[in-house]
Every structure is written in C-alpha cells, then in structure tokens.
C-alpha cells in the first residue's frame, strides 16, 4: 500500500493537514513539487504529492495543520481541453480563525449553532478498531464458553 495519497478523477477528497508547511522538493522533470503530511486516513495514506498550483491554491484558503479541506481532482473532456486541474477547498466553509482563546462560556455557546458534522473517515476508523476489539473479546468469550460444553473451536453449532 502506497503512503500518498492517489487523487481519483472526479472525486473529492478530506484530508487534515499534519503540518504547517509541506516539504519542497523538485520532481524529475526539475518542477518544484510539495508534499504534504496529513491525517493517516483509513486506507493508510499520509500524506499526498501537490505540483505548484494545488500548492498556491491551498496556500491562498490559509489552510494549516488541523484543518481540513477537500482536493478534487477534475478532468472532463468539455473543460480545459481535458487536462486535469484541482479544486480545493476549506471543510465547512471557511470562517477566520479567532486570534486569542475563547472562554469556555463563548465556546459553550457557539457550540449550539454548530453544524452538524458528518463522519470523516479518521472517525470511522476508530469506531471499527472499537468493534474489532468487542468482536475478538467475544469470539474469546465463545470459545470458552463451547470448550467448557466439550466442543472443540471450529464446530458449526450455535452458541445458544
């Protein structure tokens, strides 16, 4: 399994940045290229490859590490003569950033006119080491449970 991130056509992807800034580098066409560290996502990816325009255009929403933003990759034979370009932007719309920190009585406050969020996928794949985990302490648990009845793990009965 790669550790970047491949951009499908047509398709938006939400990532958290790890970092403040990327690291800069020159591919082998001698092209200034920046990868960006984010958030391992469930499939394993952490960080991803950004040519000098996907960088600008991620520079220019302010975007840091512990924000999220959709990059999609779009490619349509009716726009840019076909060639594939980015689009980016911030996850639930962007609003500036407070300088200072808040007092837990704002916070509490202008927590009641949050959007809901929609699961991302580092939320998903907690809940499933969670039933991972509950799985396995039952799957234990039955098999104690049919050797204590002379059953041997494996047998096809029902627990019950």
């Not at 580098?25 to 996907?54: M, V």
């Not at 809901?116 to 996928?121: H, L, R």
């Not at 799985?135 to 627990?159: I, M, S």
Request: contains cysteine; negative net charge.
């Amino acid at each position: 399994m790669s550790e970047y991130i491949k951009f499908q056509d047509n398709k938006k992807e939400c990532v958290e940045l790890a970092f403040e800034q990327p690291l800069e580098g020159t591919n082998q066409f001698g092209k200034k290229q920046y990868t960006y560290g984010i958030k391992q996502n469930i499939t394993g990816e952490e960080k991803f490859s950004a040519t000098e325009k996907l960088h600008e255009k991620i520079q220019a929403l302010n975007a840091s590490k512990g924000d999220s933003i959709y990059i999609e990759k779009v490619k349509d034979p009716e726009i840019n003569k076909g060639f594939a370009f980015f689009k980016v932007e911030m996850k639930d719309c962007p609003v500036e950033k407070p300088k200072g920190p808040l007092h837990e009585s704002v916070k509490k406050f202008e927590e009641q006119f949050a959007p809901e969020k929609s699961m991302d996928v580092h939320e998903l794949s907690i809940r499933i080491e969670k039933l991972e985990s509950i799985t396995a302490t039952l799957w234990k648990w039955y098999q104690g449970v049919t050797a204590e009845k002379g059953h041997q793990p494996g047998d096809e009965d029902l627990p019950f």
